[in-house]
């Protein structure tokens, strides 16, 4: 899952911005020229897709300039909303949704496929997009066959630690390349004040998923995809043994870390956590030396998305100042190290428009890869397998080499139903403050499991790695 959220009382006010826009296409006696696009990115993310979607007005143009009269010059118009799913269902029951929705949780692409509220992209994709199509099949109502419903425009790696090489030498020689050799150089001390762990819990108005990421993580490297999939559809059991150790497995991490490291993250956000990987010993904001803030830390478990905020604490230079390596699998599975948690950002189709196809097409396609790469300075990546000497950044390079030759699974929160996922997120919150009551969680969490309709898992599988050359 990623950091996501926004004021809930604004979201009637965007519904009628969106709404209002798409009546006046439908009134228009011109032919539909205009393409209403919703999605989840809100400032500095806004305006580099924004200026994805200028690329594609201008191929729209250059198209209409060739072929007159029947190729429509289209035009977009992006609307940005932390909680998707709120405002686009306000949209969807007033019979007014947009053309397009990126939607930042998988599970929602399937419940919209089982209203039969989305169309299928089979007839508006070329084949050049299948590394990216979510293909999905409804699972109420009238069955239907398994086709191309959704297309991953954004994937973000997951299953990684990141840290300061110059800090290298505080836990370790090395990365770890095994699990007990990283519990091993958590517990390691130097004689410092230092925090093993820059853990951030606190994600307003949503907090608690970092800790989601982690319980998945450990469940994915340490008993294998099969087993993964097996809970992410709904099949396997909260009080297993698999899950309950994945969550111990944690606690005892955080046991082996700095005191207090469990209870501080519930008041720690990803800008600070960056900021206690990176930031010099005493902060040039005038931050007492001692506190929260000001103490260093040297390993923090998070998305690539955290690239955008420790750039902020580093200075350009040819060596990276921030590096990261896989979540490594115990000694005796080495092979589940090959196995990458990612999470994805999809394009839907709603409306059944031929300027929203063109729009789907286009955002399947490399130039709009490559457009998104060009404006969000090379902090976008994609499940494409792009040359990586389009990454002139070492780390983003890494980034990118990773998605190509790891096995990629979905992140579980991902692709739980919303309200499996919240109570997940909420269940991680009370752990962290109480360690023993993990049994009465775990029961309250598989007893929800119970509750959940069938269609409303989903059954998508991992991802093994891209081919060279394909």
Known sequence: MREYGWPARAAVVLVT?????????????????????????????????????????????????????????????????????????????????????VLPRLNDLQQYVNAGRLVPLTNVLGADAAPQLIKLAPK?????????????????????????????????????????????????????????????????????????????????????????????????????????????????????????????????????AAKGLLADETPAD??????????????????????????????????????????????????????????DDVAAMFRDTGPAGQLMKYLAGEAAQKARRDTAAEVAFSRRTTPLEEYKDPVTRAVAQRLRTATLCWDGSDLLPAVMATAFERAVMVYLKDRSRLDSLLAELDALRAKVPESDWMDLSCVPAAKEGT
Request: a negative charge.
């Open 17 to 101: 911005v969106l709404l209002a826009g798409v009546a006046l296409n439908g009134c228009s006696a011109e032919p539909v020229s205009e393409v209403t696009i919703f999605g989840p990115w809100t400032d500095e993310e806004q305006a580099e897709f924004e200026a994805v979607l200028k690329k594609f007005e201008e191929y729209s143009e250059e198209a209409s300039e060739k072929d007159p009269g029947k190729t429509p010059r289209v035009k977009t118009r992006y609307e940005g909303h932390r909680d998707v799913s709120q405002v686009l269902q306000v949209a969807i029951e007033r019979g007014r949704p947009p053309d397009v929705v």
């Open 286 to 343: 005038g931050t007492p030396p001692g506190s929260t803030a000001a103490r260093r830390c040297h390993l923090d478990h998070q998305g690539s998305f955290a690239i955008r905020e420790y750039r902020k604490h580093v200075a350009t230079s040819p060596s990276p100042a921030f590096s990261f390596f896989p979540t490594p699998a115990p000694a005796d599975k080495l092979a589940n190290s090959s196995l990458q948690e990612v999470s």
């Open 140 to 272: 109420s109502g009238s069955d239907g066959p398994t086709v191309a419903y959704g297309v991953a425009m954004a994937t973000h790696l997951k299953s990684v630690v990141w840290y300061d090489p110059a800090q290298l030498a505080t836990f370790g020689p090395q990365p770890p390349r095994t699990w007990p050799e990283l519990v091993a150089q958590t517990k390691r001390r130097a004689g410092d004040q230092q925090v093993r762990w820059c853990l951030a819990m606190s994600s307003q108005p949503v907090s608690g998923w970092p800790g989601t990421d982690w319980i998945e993580d450990i469940l994915l490297h340490h008993f294998g995809q099969d087993t993964y999939q097996s809970w992410t559809s709904g099949k396997l059991a909260w009080t297993s043994d698999e899950v309950k150790s994945s969550w111990t497995t944690w606690g005892e991490l955080l046991d082996a870390s700095s005191p207090g490291t469990d209870l501080a993250s519930l008041y720690t956000t990803l800008k600070m």
